[in-house]
């Protein structure tokens, strides 16, 4: 296991399709994060977990998105009705829970036609 | 709320000599964590530098080290001896106390390194 895995890479999808993306994290990470990353932008903060348990989450993911993690392995995050405005890089990153160094995946680039 | 600026949009450097690229950031907090952050153009993330809020000595890895200035709440990066594959995006992050994991990124510079 050299690093978190994402995938897929790269997905296209028309407007009002739901995607699924799965992130895979270091094994021995206790803690996984969501972010996106529109063109420009540094990454903005979605979602983490710790284990399987959701901690907190940003008013940036609305009610079309969801995220899981059942088995606090890897995790999935699933957008519903795309929309346009939703294209963008999702990063995952992982960490230890008594560390504070985030290794983050190489994202998986989403684009809503 | 927190939040992190780097004015530099874009940066160039010579091959071989030393850039330094800016960040600044606000927070009430003073127990927290600071971070360099590099994205080539594959665009996977890689960890280039930390320090901590409560540590005074500005922290160093190699070529790279900061200029830590807690009470002007700035954080810079420099970059000694530049090579071409420092080229990329570099973020500047800002992760709370314990207790909050998230991190806060600004908006980025670009480094372009020049032969």
């Known amino acids: 296991d050299t690093g978190v895995s994402q995938n897929p890479r790269h997905k296209i999808t028309k407007r009002g399709q739901n995607v699924t993306f799965r992130c895979d994290p270091i094994s021995e990470h206790n803690r996984l994060y969501w972010y996106r990353q529109t063109l420009g932008q540094g990454p903005e903060f979605l979602t983490y977990f710790q284990n399987e348990a959701q901690l907190e989450k940003s008013r940036l993911l609305s009610d079309r998105f969801s995220a899981e993690r059942p088995k606090g392995s890897f995790s999935t995050l699933e957008i519903q009705r795309t929309e346009q405005g939703d294209s963008a890089m999702y990063l995952c990153?992982?960490?230890?829970?008594?560390?504070?160094?985030?290794?983050f995946g190489p994202g998986t680039r989403l684009t809503v036609l | 709320a927190q939040t992190v600026t780097q004015s530099q949009p874009e940066m160039s450097v010579q091959e071989a000599e030393t850039v330094t690229l800016s960040c600044t950031y606000d927070?009430?907090?003073?127990?927290?964590?600071l971070f360099w952050y590099k994205q080539p153009p594959s665009r996977q993330m890689i960890l280039v530098i930390r320090q901590e809020a409560y540590k005074q000595q500005n922290a160093t890895e190699n070529r790279f080290s900061v200029n830590f200035q807690k009470a002007a709440k700035s954080f810079s990066l420099k970059i000694s001896d530049s090579q071409l594959g420092d080229a990329a995006m570099y973020f500047c992050a800002y992760r709370g106390p314990s207790g909050t994991y998230k991190y806060i990124f600004g908006t980025g510079t670009r480094l372009k390194v020049l032969a």
């Open positions: 927070t009430s907090e003073s127990d927290y964590y």
């Open positions: 990153a992982s960490s230890l829970v008594q560390g504070y160094e985030q290794f």
